[in-house]
């Protein structure tokens, strides 16, 4: 199993793909942030310019990746068919 599980799609997480360039993930609970850049990288083909975690209340780790400039968060929404 890889260190990314599923991407998260609430209002809240689709309207900072827009605003801020970000994507939302639930990610395993060892993951640290150089593996979940490390992975979303090689699996998207995109730039990562900063990932921040945060343990949920369901004892999940999620983590907002934000992306480079050049990148759009938008394109890989559609590719996981959020939006």
Do not use: C, H, W
């Not at 939302?24 to 640290?32: C, D, N, Q």
């Not at 730039?47 to 394109?75: E, P, W, Y």
């Amino acid at each position: 199993m890889g260190v990314l599980m599923y991407p998260i799609g609430t209002e809240k997480a689709i309207s900072k793909i827009d605003r801020n360039n970000e994507i939302e993930y639930i990610v395993a609970l060892s993951a640290t942030k150089e593996a979940i850049k490390g992975e979303f990288e090689k699996l998207f083909g995109v730039k990562v310019d900063g990932v921040r975690v945060m343990n949920t209340f369901q004892n999940r780790k999620k983590a907002v990746i934000k992306l480079a400039k050049d990148f759009k968060a938008s394109d890989i929404a559609v590719k996981l068919k959020l939006v």
